[in-house]
């Protein structure tokens, strides 16, 4: 499956984003969904993760109550609404697929098999 992240720029701190990222190339019904970011100079990491069946997600401590991830399968695409954002979140956010059809997010990046190319998101104070 090939994914495309958009809605990444630059907002100043407070600020809000949508990060979407559409999947093509197959159905992508029992695909399970994760969001990481890497700054320069840092490993990959997870921000979120969704289920399958968009029922359980998960979110690293550093997000919590300011993201949230969610799915539309209609549309074969998953976003990112992002909240109150710090310049800490400054990042290139990626969206990884992975087919799996179990009710745990996946959070390492290892388990993912497609990803997306991208998108820079910028968060000044």
């Known amino acids: 499956v090939q994914l495309a992240e958009s809605g990444g720029g630059s907002v100043q701190a407070g600020g809000s984003l949508r990060l979407s990222c559409a999947a093509s190339?197959?159905?992508?019904?029992?695909?399970?969904w994760g969001w990481f970011h890497q700054a320069p100079g840092e490993e990959r990491k997870i921000i979120a993760a969704?289920?399958?069946?968009?029922?359980?997600?998960y979110y690293a401590d550093s997000v919590k109550g300011r993201f949230t991830v969610s799915g539309d399968n209609a549309k074969s695409t998953v976003y990112l609404q992002m909240n109150s954002l710090k310049p800490e979140d400054t990042a290139v956010y990626y969206c990884?697929?992975?087919?799996?059809?179990?009710?745990?997010?996946?959070?390492?990046?290892?388990?993912?098999?497609?990803w997306g190319q991208g998108t820079q998101v910028t968060v000044s104070s």
């Open positions: 190339g197959r159905t992508t019904e029992n695909y399970a």
């Open positions: 990884a697929a992975v087919l799996k059809t179990t009710l745990t997010p996946s959070r390492d990046y290892r388990e993912y098999d497609s």
């Open positions: 969704i289920d399958y069946k968009g029922e359980r997600t």
